[in-house]
């Protein structure tokens, strides 16, 4: 009987380290399914982001309204947070379904371990038991085996075989533990904080570019501002030219016409006749080469309008964009969640 009792308390108290460790690691795997929960959380915070970021960008113009490098970034990064949400959501189903395990065995313990703790009693009843025991009875019908009964190896099997299937239960959670506390949390963090760099970057990159763009473009305008005052004066000075051509041309066409109206011999082609036409040739050759010249200042001023149009559209383009990057995008992103607290750890 004592060699019984003894027995019967070894495997006891193994069941009772089973429960106890097994109780530990419910606590351990719990916690960490909230931490993936609250990781799970900040996620959505990042998702939004970056989505926001997608969403604002999509209101440039023009020929900014480009999959630039910036756009490459954050599309791939919309890729990663839905993989790693995936992920999240698939190994927080797993954890649950491990808690549940847990529990089960849980469970199935202590129901042994009761019953191991009602049979040690007993033992210990019997061995207590003496002759002048009050409590001794004549029990006839004890003497019987009942069918139900164990062997012995069978008892001891049985205990072994729950053990055996806790510590693989145990291990099964230990793994799921080591797995999201490792390549699911801190891997996939890391991904994701690489990645939100490279966007960073990158819209750094495209910020620096545009203010380039925006700084040439203004130093264009000017350029085109005192080329056009230029062409303004040299119309100007070009009209003025041709107006007092055209003043002599009628003075010399004047005088030939007076000359033209002498009467009889007086009529004669002498030396002032002579002149006055050489001259009228001249200031005919003259005004004809300052209108040209006047078609040409025209036709580069028409083109600088042209160009200083094109240039404000771009400009204004370029604006909205280096708004858009530089005052929603940029700023949106100092909200990004620190590794800490996408790794679940915030309160």
């Given at each position: 009987l004592a060699e019984r009792t003894n027995e019967v308390l070894k495997w006891k108290e193994e069941i009772k380290r089973s429960i106890e460790a097994l109780n530990e690691e419910l606590g351990l795997l719990e916690k960490q399914r909230k931490r993936l929960a609250k990781a799970k959380t900040v996620l959505t915070m990042v998702c939004s982001i970056s989505s926001e970021c997608v969403a604002v960008r999509?209101?440039?113009q023009g020929h900014d309204l480009a999959r630039d490098a910036p756009e490459e970034e954050l599309i791939k990064e919309a890729a990663l947070i839905k993989e790693v949400g995936d992920l999240f959501e698939r190994t927080l189903i797993r954890v649950q379904e491990q808690l549940v395990r847990n529990k089960a065995m849980k469970l199935r313990l202590e129901s042994d371990w009761s019953d191991k703790q009602e049979a040690f009693e007993y033992e210990i009843t019997n061995v207590n038991l003496k002759n002048d025991t009050s409590t001794i009875l004549f029990k006839p019908a004890a003497t019987r085996f009942n069918e139900n009964q164990s062997s012995p190896e069978g008892w001891e099997k049985s205990t072994k075989e729950i053990l055996m299937l806790s510590d693989a239960v145990m291990a099964q959670s230990c793994?799921?533990?080591v797995l999201l506390n490792g390549p699911i949390l801190q891997d996939c963090v890391r991904d994701l904080k690489a990645q939100a760099e490279k966007v960073d970057v990158a819209l750094a990159k495209g910020i620096s570019d545009t203010e380039d763009c925006v700084k040439a473009m203004f130093a264009e305008l000017e350029v085109i501002a005192r080329r056009n005052a230029e062409c303004e004066k040299l119309k100007y000075d070009l009209a003025n030219g041709i107006r007092g051509l055209d003043k002599a041309m009628k003075v010399a066409q004047t005088r030939l016409d007076n000359l033209h109206q002498r009467p009889r011999v007086e009529n004669c082609r002498d030396k002032a006749q002579y002149g006055l036409v050489d001259e009228v040739k001249s200031l005919s050759e003259?005004?004809?080469a300052l209108k040209g010249q006047?078609?040409?200042a025209e036709a580069a001023l028409l083109n600088l309008i042209r160009s200083?149009?094109?240039?404000?559209?771009?400009?204004?383009?370029k604006l909205k964009t280096l708004y858009?990057?530089?005052?929603r995008?940029?700023?949106m992103r100092t909200q990004y969640p620190s590794a800490t607290a996408m790794s679940g750890f915030y309160a």
């Open positions: 999509a209101m440039r793994e799921l533990r003259q005004s004809t006047l078609a040409e200083r149009t094109i240039i404000e559209k771009e400009l204004q383009n858009i990057d530089k005052n995008c940029q700023v």
